[in-house]
């Protein structure tokens, strides 16, 4: 495979993945809350979501490094495709809560197979490929397509329920999710990295652990952005699934779930808009985590601003703030991304990167259930302002991690290059 190649396999898998993930994503929180669940039970359903992810990021970075990337792609989208069904079929039924918790933990299972992962993959197989130009560059790419598929998927997604009901995104997504798998089984090759078969489920995972600690935690730089990562995607995964209700009850329509979709839309459109602008911002910046710093606190400070805006009120503010704490996070996502994969060695990359999105969800599974109690006791707006004080907690440990002074840190403007 040529790096064009690679390119647009990584691509193609980044398009299928969040159009299929995003479907649901505008009206998740209505979903559960029209299958009796209350507040606090249905972001409690999604804390068991990220507990799921945690249980299994180890494993499933056993999977990746050992029996391949491609291998764990595939199981990834069997997994979510049939754990999205069951999820259905609790609306259906209107099951009990301990049903949605389990249910909610296998759909964690189907994600971890892809974290880590496909950036792995990706790479590894533009390194083997000759490809000369910088992982910003590509992620950046990456993040415009995930925000365009989306923008449609949200859409599609919220005009799907309000035309037809609640159940059928869910229907929608799981069979594209069998599309990839096929897709993913004709195109997808694991390409400058060579499976470690052989060593035993308990060898391979004393030795993932061993990798995870050493090149994770225990290196100074990556220990800090992981530490950060609770803060960082407890609040984000929560804030989002939050502004769905909100919005609804500011436009004074609890049908109205087209507009729900608009708080997923909204957060698409900025994802285009931050991949556009991470490659030229990182040229204009000596260090990376410069980029990571201003974006989270501006971050935080936008997200209290929806918190006011919303118990003022205004719809309209809502959005354009929202969609301003979003564009933030879009921007800091792909440079993250390339700081983290500067840092972690080949052999060892889906591991750790796991091993990262593993820390991000612990912080789900403890913040999302906080603020849903924040929210059933004072509103969502409550809830919102002090999810931003929490998110910018998250800026002294990325500077412990710029004191580090990791050369991946360096920008190529550090390095001596001309700025774009």
Do not use: K
């Amino acid at each position: 495979m040529t790096a064009a190649q690679v390119q647009r396999t990584y691509l193609t898998l980044v398009l299928g993945n969040t159009l299929a993930a995003s479907l649901i994503w505008g009206i998740n929180t209505l979903f559960l809350l029209d299958a009796g669940l209350s507040n606090a039970q249905a972001f409690a359903a999604n804390a068991f979501f990220t507990l799921g992810m945690i249980l299994f990021e180890i494993p499933t970075g056993v999977v990746a490094d050992t029996a391949g990337r491609r291998r764990s792609y595939l199981l990834g989208t069997l997994t979510l495709a049939g754990s999205t069904l069951l999820y259905w079929g609790l609306w259906v039924v209107e099951g009990p809560f301990w049903g949605w918790a389990l249910v909610s933990i296998l759909l964690g299972l189907g994600f971890t197979f892809f974290s880590g992962a496909v950036d792995a993959w990706l790479v590894d197989a533009l390194a083997a490929s000759g490809f000369a130009g910088t992982l910003d560059s590509v992620f950046g790419r990456g993040q415009i397509v995930a925000g365009a598929a989306m923008l449609a998927g949200s859409i599609a997604g919220g005009v799907l329920a309000q035309a037809s009901n609640l159940g059928v995104p869910f229907l929608l997504r799981a069979g594209i999710l069998v599309v990839m798998f096929l897709v993913a089984s004709a195109v997808m090759r694991d390409l400058g990295f060579t499976p470690a078969e052989g060593l035993g489920v308990r060898a391979s995972v004393r030795r993932t652990l061993r990798a995870s600690v050493h090149h994770g935690l225990g290196s100074p730089p990556v220990r800090w952005v992981m530490l950060a990562a609770p803060l960082q995607a407890g609040v984000g995964i929560y804030a989002f699934y939050a502004l769905q209700p909100l919005l609804l009850q500011l436009w004074g329509d609890p049908s109205a779930y087209a507009i729900a979709g608009a708080a997923a839309a909204v957060v698409a459109g900025s994802q285009i808009v931050g991949g556009l602008l991470a490659a030229p911002l990182t040229a204009r910046v000596a260090r990376r985590t410069t980029v990571l710093i201003v974006c989270g606190v501006g971050a935080a400070a936008l997200l209290v601003g929806v918190g006011v805006a919303g118990a003022a009120g205004t719809f309209w503010a809502v959005l354009a703030l929202a969609a301003g704490w979003a564009l933030l996070g879009a921007v800091a996502t792909p440079v993250q991304s390339a700081y983290l994969n500067g840092m972690i060695p080949s052999q060892q990359r889906a591991t750790v990167l796991s091993f990262a999105s593993l820390m991000g969800s612990g912080g789900g599974v403890v913040v999302q259930p906080a603020l849903g109690r924040v929210a059933d006791a004072a509103g969502y707006p409550a809830s919102l302002v002090v999810g931003g004080i929490i998110q910018v907690l998250a800026a002294p440990l990325l500077a412990l991690s710029r004191r580090a002074g990791h050369p991946a840190d360096r920008t190529a403007l550090a390095r001596g290059a001309p700025p774009a």
